[in-house]
């Protein structure tokens, strides 16, 4: 006897997975691979993705956040979060290589903090405590102090005058909304501070972001395809609930539990930044395994940036 599968419709976000930030940090390694050898050194996760980090250390990859433990000479890669100005001195007296993999609206924020700085403003950054994308934008004016918010407890406690010369950043990869609430407080508290509004915010975040509002109109449950420490794609995941949507952040099929769809007929998907399409490809696999999947993609904006690799290893 034949069973009959449940039908479930499959809506997916678009855009979702790589953004460009992502995609040149990756080439940056495996060319560096391709024309230098194994191993070549990564400070930190060159993202925020198991599959994408184990893939890389079976080319020839070593990730490490102890620039002292790599050989002199070695070719060392900073990660798309960006590193604080210590790391590349340090990585400069020990004679490393540097490729450096930083996405460019990561280095725009670095600009942008030392310049205010520059210009005599203390300087607030609005990101998540130990990221290493906060970590590198506080450490490229190590000699000022920076204000780091994550809410509005925390910015109400901030020891300014109305009057004082401020300025702020924020961390590339945050909730639009959340930011925008903070943004405002600010303004409305300071009136001699300056900022980039939401411009730090960057284009992929945004439109990932963009999808999921259009997209919990008509779906009874999310997926998020991306890493636990992955901050865009927690952003994801929190947008999905805060629309009142049940939102399940996992990192691969093997997270799922079939009974979070018993009564759901409708399921949406997105990915994270740094969360490969094979891993969607993956999950489309195990639930057609169980149902009977009419999958749909979402209109949406199409992207099509590309950022430049380092000329040492264009041409391989």
Known sequence: MIVKKRQIRVILANPRGFCAGVERAIEIVERAIEKYGSPIYVKHEIVHNK???????AKGAIFTDDIDSIPSGSVIIFSAHG???KVEDDSIDRGLHILDATCPLVKKVHNEAQN?????????????????????????VQDEKVYLIENLEQLK????????????????????????????????????????????????????QDAIKKMVKFIDIL???????SSNSNRLRDLGESNGITSHLIDDE????LEW???????????????????????????GNYYDIVVEDMDGVVENLKFKIPKELENL
């Open 83 to 85: 590193v604080s100005k």
């Open 223 to 229: 997926l998020v395809i991306g890493a636990k420490n």
């Open 157 to 208: 406690k901030l020891p300014f005058e109305a009057g004082e010369k401020l300025a702020y950043v924020t961390q590339t990869t945050l909730s639009i909304d959340d930011t925008k609430e903070l943004v405002d407080v600010l303004n409305k508290n300071y009136n001699n501070i300056h900022g980039a509004e939401l411009k730090d915010v960057c284009y992929a975040t945004q439109n990932r």
């Open 116 to 140: 205010y700085t520059k210009d005599g403003r203390k300087l607030i950054l609005i990101g998540h405590k130990g990221h290493p994308e906060v970590e590198g934008t506080s450490g490229r």
């Open 254 to 257: 093997t997270q799922i539990n």
């Open 51 to 57: 599959h994408v980090v184990d893939s890389l250390k």
């Open 261 to 287: 769809f018993d009564d759901k007929g409708v399921i949406g998907i997105t990915a994270g930044a740094s969360a490969p399409e094979i891993l969607l490809s993956r999950v489309l696999e195990l639930l």
